[in-house]
């Protein structure tokens, strides 16, 4: 535990702190309304920070003590006792809590722990902007202090301080501040987990709190929100975790002396402890999904049956037709939700003589060319596969001249065994082609077979008077992904007058 580490900053984070003082010094101011009720200075205050954002907002300068009592007064008055006048004295004592009428800054004192010395601050919250010599009032505007003391109340950093976390770490890194980088991936961590407490605590409230359709609307765009977020700082995890290991390769190529092995280390890691921090990351994201899927789909489902279960028939259809005298024509309101949709089971016979569709069918004439390129192309692609049917053959009968009988799976095996031949067995004619020698087994004697002539003429002279005979066996052969076969028995013998 390096102690210069954890006081690193202290005195920017002790000036955050007392940026809240005027707030704190107006809480314990003792002020009772009209009906002896404790008024709540500190709101007061807050409200007062509030009315001169907006005026600058609205670039309004002329803003003073006047018209801050009528705004509180308008604000309040129906909950609090205060006149108009009382507020004009309230007024003047917020303006000057905030800026002393002497007009000089409000300071504070405090010991730096990190540099061991006593401190002053001084803090701004309004500024003079005008005066009116007329009706003697003075404007002010909001100052810098102001500013930052109204952006602090709101909660905008609990929500992205992970993803404030993302971009400081890269500054550091870029700057080569790797020690603080470690510690910079380790506040990550812990913002790590406040996300998933803040997840786990919003499952248990979506299981509890969705009675009506606002509250589910309103909780399905706030994980809406989140999951947007974590998937946008789970693309910024990636980025980091691509520029380390970029400066990791840097360090570890370029460092031929080895002179910067404390930092190599350093990044390592770093690079190991952002991995375990974007792991834990990613389950929050995937629970965010999970939150949209399941968790609000239940509740919409829950939703759902508690309309169908808080509803009574008796009371809130019976009872209310027969104890209000309602006319007839208003009791099918209530009848026509529990009816079924009207359906005609009957048709005229005068339907016949509506109008009919009359389609008139025309022969379209044929374009011979059309026809002779088709021819074409057919034609090619016969004497291909012809060409194709011839090689698998030639193939077959080269392993057939060694033995007589061969299995088709120890030809898938020599085939598979040759680099020239293997890439047949990812084509499926191979597969038709054995299927083909099956259909026409035994293969004895050339036959006329119309279309198939060419083909057959063709197997039948590279055959050169050998007979085959082609029986199933029961395995089946899983050659390649996609193609699949039964194993089959190839059995050679010579005919000496069937066989062309």
Known sequence: MDLKDIVLGYGERYERILLFEPLNKLSGMQKK??????????GLGLLTLLYFFEQKIMRNTKAGKKQLAQF?????????????????????TIIETFRPGSGKVRTAEFFNWETGQNEI?????????????????????????????VFATKEFYSEFQLSISQLVLRKQLEKGEFKGALRQINEMRVAVESIEEQLSRLQNEIRRNIVSNEVFHRYEKLIDDISFRLKYENEEFNELAQFINEAKERLHYKDTQKKESDAYNLVLTISYELEKVHAYHTKLLQKSIELQTTALEAAKEALYYIGVESFNFDLDVTTRIISNPLPASSLKSFVVPFLTVHEERQWSLFSIFDKQNVFEERVEQEIPTLLEIDEEKKQLRNEQMVQFYSIVLKLLLQKLELHNEITLEQWFEYIRQEEQTEPLLTSRYVYDFFLLLHQRSPIEVQEDTGEETYLWTTLHRILNGTALEIQELPNILHVTDRFTIQNMRITKRSEVSDVL
Do not use: C, W
């Open 121 to 149: 601050v001084a803090y701004q919250y309004l500024k003079a902007s005008s005066f009116d010599v007329s009706t003697n009032e003075q404007y002010y505007l909001l100052d810098e202090h102001g500013l930052e003391l």
């Open 72 to 92: 509180l007064f308008q604000t309040t008055s129906e909950h609090v006792s205060v006149t108009l006048e009382q507020y004009n004295v309230l007024a003047g």
């Open 33 to 42: 309304d009209g009906q002896n009720q404790p008024i709540d200075m500190r």
